[in-house]
């Protein structure tokens, strides 16, 4: 299946595991920007990245991914929400990608990864990007900001992105060992406590071409056939821009009518587009003095795909 997160869980270890396939959702970004391959596979990454780091989340709310640099590329943005959307964009100051290594493209960087619930406390992120590839960036952030052992295989080209995640979960309180009859502590055969350095190798045998063209399923099994495995629910995923022109006309309104009066007397109209879906929102002088007369701005559906 296109377009999906798989969660999956192993029986008896405190291990869990995702696989994310995306293919409408990612080229409904690529239609929207005219990005070169360097760019397209970083930002790809990223959106399967956030994909596998929604399925963590245990609120209503926004995840948001950003590298943030002074490199070819100054700015990554994915955003994913828990109703299984995306939207993702980039920026690049030029188009000198002879280095595609992370500080190639990024030169110093940050990764920002900012948590925003319906209700609750914004959280954020910040470390260092570091490592020789996303996955890798990535997994170093888990560990030190989540202190959660994680491995992440992130893959993308020009049709599709898809990734691989797979961390131990905190352990129980029962013992993985116990005294035998002399008293000395000896290994549980009903523990398995070698189970995640196990399934890091398993899992590290995948490679690109197998997390674009097979299904869930087919990973699953090809990886962990030997294993037993819980499957969740396929669960969709989609592009959705959260942009309107309601969130325009409130940022208008935010600006004050001398101000967005000036502007319009200057460039005529006012023109906004949205950097992520390319949408253009426009307000003349008739829509302005509309807005600053009722000072709410209008309800209009959000643009989707």
């Not at 699953?220 to 006309?249: G, K, P, Q």
């Amino acid at each position: 299946m296109k377009d999906t997160l798989q969660r999956f869980l192993f029986e008896n270890l405190a291990v869990r595991g995702e696989l994310v396939h995306l293919d409408a959702t990612w080229q409904a970004v690529l239609e929207r920007h005219d990005y070169p391959p360097a760019v397209q596979k970083v930002l790809g990454e990223l959106m399967s990245a956030v994909s596998l780091l929604m399925a963590t989340l245990k609120f209503k709310g926004q995840l948001i991914a950003q590298i943030q640099g002074d490199g070819p590329i100054s700015l990554l943005v994915v955003e994913g929400s828990s109703d299984k959307t995306l939207r993702a964009m980039a920026t690049c100051k030029n188009d000198d990608f002879n280095d595609e290594s992370l500080h190639g493209l990024f030169g110093d960087a940050r990764l920002v990864i900012t948590l925003e619930p319906e209700q609750g406390e914004r959280y954020q992120g910040i470390v260092a990007l570091t490592g020789e590839n996303l996955a890798g960036a990535l997994t170093d952030y888990l560990l030190r900001s989540e202190q959660l052992d994680t491995n992440i295989w992130l893959v993308a080209d020009d049709k599709q992105a898809a990734g691989l995640l797979i961390q131990k979960l905190p352990e129980t309180k029962e013992p993985q060992y116990r005294s035998n009859i002399l008293g000395v502590a000896e290994a549980d055969p009903e523990k398995d406590v070698d189970g995640w350095n196990r399934i890091q190798q398993l899992s590290s045998t995948i490679k690109d071409e197998e997390l674009l063209e097979l299904d869930a399923e087919e990973i699953i099994h090809r990886l962990y056939h030997e294993e037993d495995i819980r499957l969740f629910d396929a669960e969709l995923i989609s592009f959705r821009c959260r942009c309107s022109r309601e969130r325009v006309a409130n940022m208008l309104l935010s600006l004050g009518a001398e101000e967005v009066q000036s502007m319009i007397k200057e460039l005529t109209k006012i023109e906004v587009a949205c950097e992520f879906c390319n949408h253009n929102y426009s307000f003349d002088a008739v829509d302005a003095e509309q807005l600053f007369a009722s000072g709410i701005a209008h309800q209009t559906p959000k643009t989707e795909q």
